[in-house]
């Protein structure tokens, strides 16, 4: 039985991917599904902190260390574990708390089209032949 494209299963390690240097302190990998985005972010003490803003709404789970996240108005802690969601359009941005490097997993709905190519070792899955 053969998938469709986008439709085949498929599993890999976030260690394994392909990883983008966005900055000093800042790396991340993405992976893709349809409709939703994933990417792990690796974020160290003391690097620089952009605010932003983006038309995708955007799931968080601090999966290892402690963040604090400017979302609107709005600051909030989290620690590992924690989750925690930024609405479509708002300005927000994140910084470490303490001295350990951060994993920060991020869900994207829809996908970001200016995220795609940090899923390019996927292309063959979601393009046309």
């Not at 439709?7 to 983008?20: I, Y």
Request: charged residues 25%; negative net charge; aromatic residues 8%.
């Amino acid at each position: 039985m053969t998938a469709d494209k986008g439709e085949g299963a498929q599993a890999f390690r976030w260690e394994d991917l392909p990883r983008e240097q966005v900055r000093p302190g800042v790396s991340r990998a993405g992976f893709r599904g349809n409709q939703a985005m994933m990417v792990m972010n690796w974020l160290e003490p003391g690097m620089e902190v952009r605010p932003h803003s983006h038309p995708e709404e955007q799931l968080v789970m601090v999966v290892k260390g402690r963040m604090r996240f400017y979302i609107g108005d709005e600051t909030v802690d989290v620690e590992e574990g924690g989750l925690v969601r930024i609405p479509p359009n708002v300005v927000h941005c994140g910084e470490v708390l303490g001295d350990e490097t951060v994993l920060n997993l991020d869900v994207f709905s829809p996908l970001r089209q200016d995220y795609l190519h940090l899923v390019t070792y996927q292309k063959s899955t979601f393009e046309p032949d």
